[in-house]
């Protein structure tokens, strides 16, 4: 039950566009410093799981190997086959990681993206009451 709750955030992000798949896109995403978590299948070949180690060697997005193998992880996300993906959105993949439950094998990685989570929120935020200001007057816009 909890594995499908983890299978449909896969499948809600595919739909958000918040999760890019395959190597080339993850490769591009992390070399972006838009990956936040990257996932890999459990039946990932070898040299997948070093192009992914090679991908968060920047210390970016951390890799998490899922319960998943390729097959199942590409139905999730309405494709052939997925060994690699990233998730772009990190509130997205802090619910993704819950949800697969195991949250004291997961501990320090739910804490590094909750972090993360926390300063998104309060960026958008603060986004959000700056541009009530500008419309209410009580600031001048910043002119770039």
Do not use: W
Not at 42 to 51: E, F, G, L, V, Y
């Amino acid at each position: 039950m909890e594995n499908n709750k983890a299978l449909g955030y896969l499948g809600l992000a595919r739909r958000g566009n918040n999760i890019v798949i395959g190597e080339e896109p993850v490769g591009a995403a992390c070399r972006a410093s838009h990956a936040r978590l990257l996932i890999l299948a459990k039946d990932a070949a070898d040299n997948t799981c070093r192009r992914a180690a090679s991908f968060a060697g920047g210390g970016k997005p951390p890799v998490l190997k899922v319960p998943f193998t390729k097959d199942e992880l590409g139905m999730a996300l309405g494709c052939n086959a997925c060994a690699m993906a990233a998730f772009i959105d990190v509130a997205l993949a802090l619910a993704f990681v819950r949800a697969l439950g195991e949250e004291e094998k997961h501990a320090a990685l739910l804490e590094t993206l909750e972090k993360q989570t926390d300063r998104v929120l309060k960026r958008r935020k603060e986004e959000k009451a700056h541009r009530k200001n500008i419309r209410q007057g009580k600031k001048k816009p910043v002119k770039s």
